[in-house]
T-cell receptor, first 115, second 113 residues
């Protein structure tokens, strides 16, 4: 019974390149959340998705960031034209329920370094 | 504007003693609270949660207490073990919305043998 899977675990990009982070939720979970953790900070909510729908993207930067959760395949967090300030750990979490309660289970994270 | 605050960045206790981690929140709309434990280079691991209709929840060595009037919760670990050494995050959410978790900055717990 695999947990939440994220890949890659580490990603190095140069300024201006694109970063693609992937997340496969736990089996049976249809709700996916993305969080970002900057050094010495707590996790900050970015976006909440269900299959083929963005439910809440209030934590996403207005530019360069996008997320999707297609009918088939993993959820993708995409960062275009990365800058040094994007360097952070990005965590994906999944939940079976969404609204009405339900603990979120986290993946191991992707550590993005922008050179 | 931090809605969830963990004012102690670190805590050190002796093995076998009690560890008490504290958390305060400002948003009265929060009605569900969770504690996560995190080791370096890993994702947060769910530990225990409590709904706002309760004031206590216990699971083995871990107990969470909620004081709604004070907007304060605490995690008690008894007895503390060296393997408990990690960063502990308090998180809160409002049920019925998007249920995004709002995290504190974490408290690093060190349990000394």
């Amino acid at each position: 019974n695999a947990g939440v899977m994220q890949n890659p675990r580490h990603l190095v990009r140069r300024r201006g390149q694109e970063a693609r982070l992937r997340c496969s939720p736990m089996k049976g979970h249809s709700h996916v959340y993305w969080y970002r953790q900057l050094p010495e900070e707590g996790l900050k909510f970015m976006v909440y998705l269900q299959k083929e729908n963005i439910i809440d993207e209030s934590g996403m930067p207005k530019e360069r960031f996008s997320a999707e959760f297609p009918k088939e395949g993993p959820s993708i967090l995409r960062i275009q034209q990365v800058v040094r300030g994007d360097s952070a750990a990005y965590f994906c979490a999944s939940s079976p329920y969404g609204q009405g309660g339900g603990t979120q289970y986290f993946g191991p994270g992707t550590r993005l370094t922008v050179l | 504007d931090q809605q969830v605050k963990q004012n102690s960045p670190s805590l050190s206790v002796q093995e076998g003693r009690i560890s008490i981690l504290n958390c305060d929140y400002t948003n009265s709309m929060f009605d569900y609270f969770l504690w996560y434990k995190k080791y370096p280079a890993e994702g947060p691991t769910f530990l225990i949660s409590i709904s706002s209709i309760k004031d206590k929840n216990e699971d083995g060595r871990f107990t969470v207490f909620l004081n709604k009037s004070a907007k304060h919760l605490s995690l008690h670990i008894v007895p503390s073990q060296p393997g408990d050494s990690a960063v502990y995050f308090c998180a809160a959410l409002t049920q019925g919305g998007s249920e995004k978790l709002v995290f504190g900055k974490g408290t690093k717990l060190t349990v000394n043998p």
